[in-house]
């Protein structure tokens, strides 16, 4: 069969599958709707979690970003996953407690202020619609890539799929196509990765081929790496870059942006009980683990397998001609692309740049807007680099990789069989449809319960609310397709301003609630505006006001940060500003009243959490 | 706050803050701090800071917080503040 056959097969079984869940698990009340009934099992809301938690970035991008970055990139895997340390010490069993619907929800009553509740809901509709952004790219970029239909037709097949399962089924519809979508996303991670590391080490567990000796007897897989990267001119793989303090606060924002990022809150809501909240969170990290420490190994061989498949035995390069096929299927997607700068008809890489300005390639194409090509049939690119040697590199570097490719074509690289390739493609629009859709309930319940019943119409009915929640994500998922269609500039600047904002005001006002009984209405609303601003300021004063091009006051180096702290990395420092003036805020102002305090003692215990509901 | 939920709160204070202790060392101290003091020490072909930055201080999370959710049930018991 032929591999567009068998993607058809898997991706459509796929759907077929949400959408049968769809309607079978229909929410009939706003219970359902925004928290499942709180009727979920620990173990199958940990599997629902990991599934809204691994975005498209997780399952595409993060291997190719350890691939290329190597030890330094330990940051994201420390950071994706130590934030669920904190969450179920500090917020997870606490906010079950509570036993609400939403985030913001909690933040109004504890801080008995509607201020309080719409900067919740603000800070959290600007985290979660610049997050869904990605996954509606990444919807459309899988589609494109794997089916090679247009960007715009695979957005909108992913945004009518999301929209079936999610307006009918609310949470309780979302937590079971997760549970589907994290079983086809996990074995479709796994399975190449089992192969690779069993032909490059013969150790079938990628996480103890890591470690292993390489199976052709030229010794352990990472100082082979090591060196092989040494001789092109790169940095050890294993060997720190950055700095340690950079390191320390990025995975830091990491973790409390982690804790804090509402659609992943909320799905703790979800559990029958405060005990299971607590478990629950550690069977969320199982599931999320199984694929964060599968990563690293997928991103070392990958990178020494591509090496090798491009440099040769003999380490001089490889003729174009005589590449192996995925080389040219992944360049006539633009994520790889080569410029013979030495006039040798072979591919070389090396460290350095091919292609000039920015790095990437420009393709050039025919009047009848085909893919221009050259002697060999590599496609034509108009902007080749000087072709000079890096420091240390045997040769120019002649080829453009991008980071996703050590993902998507890993099965290819590894020489799998196509039902393998097409699981890949099913599993990439597993991750970013299920990450979409819990983002996408936030965004809905915020506006249809605390906005539009907490705020604006206290007086309508269930049913009216349900109907509001419904047309909310409705409209949630209209928006979030434009946007993913039209990305605004600073969609590739999400990460830092959604965990930039959860770390520095979500987090600190949810933990503070909970741990700090004096604290105040004003002390919050103060700390939170403050991490939320602080944090704002430093990421626009390098990356342009709004993020718009050129409205940086200062370029965005390594020189210019305050003490070497990346923009990225501010979100830590931002919730540290936020507790510092909420503490200083609520000390010169009157304590809160008595009932809030009670509440909060309330919370702090179990007992009594299993009949609480919405209202 | 009653006397013996006091209690509570304050032995829940303690087991996680000893918890997190060891959250910031397997991840902040030995991940990134010490890495390359540890990475003298090799366990098989990986050097032992490295591998706790990208495996260990995730493997040891997830011993945290089942540790952490059974010793808050025994606790729950203890101070008869339990569900059901």
């Given at each position: ?55 498209a970035?997780?399952?595409i991008?993060m ?51 509607q201020?309080?509740?719409?900067v ?113 001119g ?215 319960h605390?906005?539009?019943?907490g ?93 718009i ?21 501010f ?45 | ?25 397997v ?16 366990i098989?072909?990986v ?31 203890k ?6």
């Amino acid at each position: 069969m032929e591999l567009q056959t068998w993607i058809y097969i898997f991706v459509g079984g796929t759907f077929m599958l949400y959408i049968g869940i769809a309607v079978w698990a229909r929410a009939s009340t706003t219970s359902e709707f925004y928290v499942a009934g709180k009727g979920i099992h620990p173990v199958a809301n940990g599997m629902a979690t990991a599934a809204d938690w691994m975005s498209a970035a997780s399952f595409i991008s993060m291997a190719g970003l350890i691939a290329f970055k190597g030890y330094d990139a330990s940051v994201y895997l420390m950071g994706w996953t130590g934030g669920y340390v904190l969450l179920a010490m500090l917020l997870a069993p606490y906010l079950r407690k509570f036993g609400k619907f939403t985030v913001p929800e909690f933040i109004g009553e504890r801080y008995y202020s509607q201020t309080a509740r719409v900067v919740a809901v603000i800070c959290l509709i600007v985290a979660s619609i610049t997050y869904v952004i990605g996954q509606m790219k990444g919807v459309g970029v899988a589609f494109g890539r794997f089916l090679e239909v247009d960007f715009e037709v695979g957005v909108l097949v992913g945004m009518s799929i999301v929209f079936v399962y999610a307006v009918l089924g609310g949470m309780k519809g979302i937590t079971y196509t997760q549970i589907a979508q994290y079983c086809v996303l996990i074995f479709a991670y796994t399975i190449p990765a089992i192969f690779i590391s069993l032909t490059l080490t013969g150790n079938p567990v990628p996480q103890l081929g890591l470690g292993s000796e390489l199976a052709d007897g030229s010794g352990y897989m990472l100082a082979k790496l090591d060196t092989v990267m040494m001789d092109l001119g790169f940095k050890a793989y294993t060997v720190q870059k950055g700095t340690s303090l950079n390191m320390v606060l990025l995975t830091l924002s990491l973790m409390i942006g982690t804790a804090g990022l509402p659609h992943v809150i909320i799905r703790f809501f979800t559990v029958p009980k405060v005990r299971d909240a607590r478990a629950s969170a550690g069977w969320a990290l199982v599931f999320i683990a199984i694929l964060y420490t599968t990563a690293p190994a997928v991103g070392s061989m990958a990178r020494l397998n591509m090496i090798n498949t491009v440099n040769g035995v003999d380490s001089q390069g490889t003729a174009y001609t005589a590449l192996p096929s995925w080389f040219k299927r992944w360049e006539n997607t633009g994520l790889l692309a080569w410029y013979d700068h030495n006039g040798d008809g072979k591919v070389q890489h090396a460290a350095g740049k091919a292609f000039g300005g920015k790095g990437k390639p420009s393709f050039v194409a025919n009047d009848d807007g085909s893919a221009k090509r050259g002697g060999y049939g590599e496609r034509v690119v108009s902007n080749p680099s000087d072709g000079g040697r890096a420091t240390g590199a045997p040769f120019a570097n002649e080829i453009y990789v991008d980071r996703d490719i050590m993902v998507l074509a890993n099965p290819e690289i590894a020489d799998l069989p196509f039902w393998v390739i097409a699981l890949v493609a099913a599993g990439g629009l597993a991750a970013a449809l299920s990450t979409a859709a819990g983002l996408l309930l936030a965004i809905s319940s915020a506006i249809s319960h605390d906005l539009l019943k907490g705020i604006f119409r206290p007086d309508i009915s269930e049913k009216q609310e349900l109907m509001a929640g419904r047309i909310a994500m409705a409209g949630a998922i209209i928006v979030a397709g434009y946007l993913g269609m039209n990305p605004p500039g600073f969609a590739a600047q999400v990460v830092a301003l959604a965990f930039g904002l959860a770390a520095s005001s979500i987090f600190p006002a949810l933990m503070m609630g909970i741990f700090y009984k004096k604290m105040n209405n004003t002390g919050a609303v103060a700390g939170m505006l403050s991490g939320l601003g602080s944090t704002l300021v430093y990421i626009f004063v390098y990356k342009g006001w709004l993020f718009i091009p050129g409205t940086n006051n200062l370029a965005n180096t390594a020189d210019n940060w305050i003490m070497g702290i990346q923009p990225e990395s501010f979100g830590a420092v931002g919730a540290l500003i936020n507790f510092v003036v909420a503490i200083i805020v609520s000390r010169v102002t009157a304590a809160p009243p008595e009932h809030i305090q009670h509440l909060v003692e309330d919370i702090r215990v179990p007992k009594g959490a299993g009949a609480a509901t919405g209202h | 706050m009653s006397g013996s939920s006091g209690e509570y709160w304050k032995a829940n204070i303690r087991l996680v803050s000893i918890l997190l202790v060891i959250w910031f060392v397997v991840s902040y101290l030995f991940g990134i701090i010490l890495v390359d003091t540890l990475n003298q020490i090799q366990i098989g072909g990986v050097g032992l800071g490295f591998w706790f930055a990208q495996q260990g201080s995730i493997f040891t999370f997830l011993i945290l917080i089942f540790v952490y959710a059974k010793k808050m049930n025994a606790l729950d018991r203890k101070f008869n503040v339990h569900e059901d």
